[in-house]
Nanobody, 123 residues
Framework: VQLQACGGGLVQAGGSLRLSCAAS????????MGWFRQAPGKEREFVAA????????NYADSVKGRFTISRDNTKNMVYLQMSSLKPEDTAIYYC?????????????????WGQGTQVTVSS
């Protein structure tokens, strides 16, 4: 199973970015997908998750109303649309997959991980 995240970059506060994660080697439509992030010196934290069908989504309070997670099962892709970005959103963003995560909010519940993509928000 491979997850390949991309789309990170440098953006000014208030700007937008869209992260993408491509999955291969897995029956994608059977997997819940999550986005996590890790800032320097901090633990990896939950950002958003989406169920296998795309009908259920969950967000960290810190990103609600600003970020949107979505998926396209025909393309084996999951996306994270980030708007109104803040400097505190600066982190490496990781996509993760699991066919039945016990806790959507816990990184330990996800079996497969991408390599991460850097997002830097300047003030």
């Amino acid at each position: 199973v491979q997850l390949q995240a991309c789309g990170g970059g440098l953006v000014q506060a208030g700007g937008s970015l869209r992260l993408s994660c491509a999955a291969s080697g897995v029956t994608f439509s059977r997997y819940a997908m999550g986005w996590f992030r890790q800032a320097p010196g901090k633990e990896r934290e939950f950002v958003a998750a989406i169920g296998w069908s795309g009908s259920h989504t969950n967000y960290a309070d810190s990103v609600k109303g600003r970020f949107t997670i979505s998926r396209d099962n025909t393309k084996n892709m999951v996306y994270l649309q980030m708007s109104s970005l803040k400097p505190e959103d600066t982190a490496i963003y990781y996509c993760a997959a699991d066919n039945n995560p016990a806790n959507l909010y816990a990184s330990s519940a996800y079996e497969y991980w991408g390599q991460g993509t850097q997002v830097t928000v300047s003030s």
